[in-house]
């Protein structure tokens, strides 16, 4: 461990051997971290946290508390300044890889963040939310508790999020709705799909049965059926 002379690492805690360690770090009993990771300077680390390899925290990064639930972050994460990942007593928050956490951007309490999502400049992800894989969630958006954000989706800026998301759509307005197929991952496919599920009148259930039929087998397609059967987007009218 490279160590800054002023910061605080615990006896307690496991850090690899070719961490850095910035100043006025703070690195509580309990937190194991691994090869390969960069502490800015007055990152604190506190509570049941387990750090995979070749992330990085930038300045004023937070992650966990004293007598705080467990947290387990995958490999080659960027964390940015002040940005904060918590779990309370009991529970468990779960980072997984390559992930990017904006500036003051959090991940609260029993949430789960896949892998490649992007979580914008002062974005919050509610407690015991779902965030899948490709996610893009923009700056200043709130996720609202006890939801999912679908595969490869996008949530605009400053968009308040009170539904479920679907997979490889993109949210927008206020109140918030479905206003398109996320522009970075459009096709063909989820063009026809996004007609049928959100142009034709039909019901959710009455279009992800239609889905497969209409559109033919596509990993995507079968994604966001599958979506519409367990998850409750809304069913506002687009603009």
């Known amino acids: 461990m490279k160590a800054h002379p002023t910061a605080m690492v615990d006896p307690g805690a496991s850090v690899a051997e070719d961490v850095v360690v910035g100043p006025f770090c703070m690195i509580g009993p309990g937190v194991r971290i691994g090869p390969g990771c960069a502490l800015g300077a007055r990152v604190t680390m506190h509570g049941q946290v387990v750090v995979g390899r070749d992330n990085v925290f930038h300045p004023h990064a937070t992650v966990g508390n004293p ?12 964390f940015r300044e002040s940005s904060h990942v918590d779990a309370a007593t009991g529970a468990a928050t779960r980072i997984g890889s390559r992930n990017v956490l904006g500036a003051w951007s959090g991940v609260s309490s029993g949430s789960t963040v896949a892998n490649g999502v992007r979580l914008g400049a002062f974005s919050i992800v ?8 490709d996610a893009w969630i923009e700056g200043q958006c709130v996720v609202d508790s006890n939801r999912r954000v679908g595969r490869g989706s996008l949530i ?3 968009v308040p999020v009170n539904d479920d998301v679907p997979p490889f759509m993109c949210i927008d307005g206020n109140p918030s709705g479905v206003h398109s197929v996320n522009p970075h991952r459009r096709n063909h496919l989820l063009d026809i799909a996004f007609e049928i ?3 034709s009148g039909l019901s959710f259930a009455e279009a992800a049965a239609k889905l497969i039929e209409k559109v033919g087998p596509s990993p995507e397609v079968e994604a966001l059926a599958q979506f519409l059967k367990t998850s409750r987007p809304t069913e506002a009218a687009l603009d």
């Open 126 to 133: 509610g407690e015991n939310d779902i965030v899948e894989d």
């Open 197 to 199: 599920v959100y142009k």
């Open 67 to 78: 007598g705080g639930g467990r947290i387990e972050i995958g490999d080659g994460n960027v």
């Open 156 to 158: 605009r800026s400053q």
